[in-house]
Structure formats: structure tokens, C-alpha cells
């Protein structure tokens, strides 16, 4: 297990932007919003990795392990959709840890407000 204390991801809503290619499909790009999340969840994941040994196992894994996330997410109020801030956590985890995301079969979410 690998505990880390991160900001609020952005909402996929603000951070996906649809775009047309040349010909004429239409296909979802990421915002800056998710790549700047994702440089603080490399530079978190780095320091953990540093002091504790249980990042580089994760890391070590194999691609196609299975794994599980829980997330607690904090927010102001309940009318956040937390599940619209999941994808970019997700991505931005996979991309740190060097892990497929479609491997994650379990996804635990508690919202606290």
C-alpha cells in the first residue's frame, strides 16, 4: 500500500476538450489543468518513493497486476461530483507509478465534506 496526501484533482470536465482531427472525428484531449496534477503527483509519489521502499515495489509490480485504489476525497460541499475528479487521479497515478489504469479492478471512493 502507498498512502499519499494530494490536492484536489481537476474535474475531467474542465480538463478533457474535445477536439476535431482533419478528418472530422471528433476526439478528447487533456487540459494543462491535468498535466500541472500530474507533475504534483509525480513530485508527491518521488518523495514517498525516497523514504519508504513501498513505492519502488509498486513501480516493480508487473504491468498487468491487479490492482486497487481508495480515495478519500474532501470537498467543500456535497455538490461536487466526485466521480468526474476519479479519471485525472487515475491517470495521473498510472503515469507516476508506471502502471496500465485499466488494471486498477477495484475502486474504493469516500467523499467527505
Excluded: C
Excluded at 475531467?12 to 496534477?37: C, H, L, P, W, Y
Excluded at 513505492?55 to 466521480?83: C, G, H, N, Q
Excluded at 476519479?86 to 497515478?93: N, Q, R, S, T
Aim: charged content about 20%; aromatic content about 8%; overall charge positive.
Amino acid at each position: 500500500m502507498i498512502s499519499l496526501t494530494l490536492p484536489l484533482p481537476p474535474s475531467v470536465n474542465v480538463t478533457k476538450q474535445a477536439r476535431k482531427s482533419k478528418s472530422g472525428k471528433i476526439f478528447m484531449v487533456g487540459g494543462e489543468d491535468a498535466a500541472e496534477f500530474a507533475l504534483v503527483v509525480q513530485f508527491e509519489v518521488n518523495r514517498v518513493n525516497e523514504q519508504s521502499p513501498i513505492a519502488a515495489r509498486i513501480m516493480a509490480l508487473s504491468p498487468k497486476s491487479r490492482l486497487k485504489v481508495e480515495v478519500w476525497f474532501t470537498f467543500p460541499t456535497w455538490r461536487y461530483d466526485s466521480s468526474n475528479h476519479i479519471k485525472v487521479l487515475e491517470d495521473a497515478l498510472a503515469h507516476a507509478l508506471g502502471f496500465n489504469d485499466m488494471y486498477v479492478v477495484e475502486l474504493v471512493l469516500h467523499k467527505v465534506v
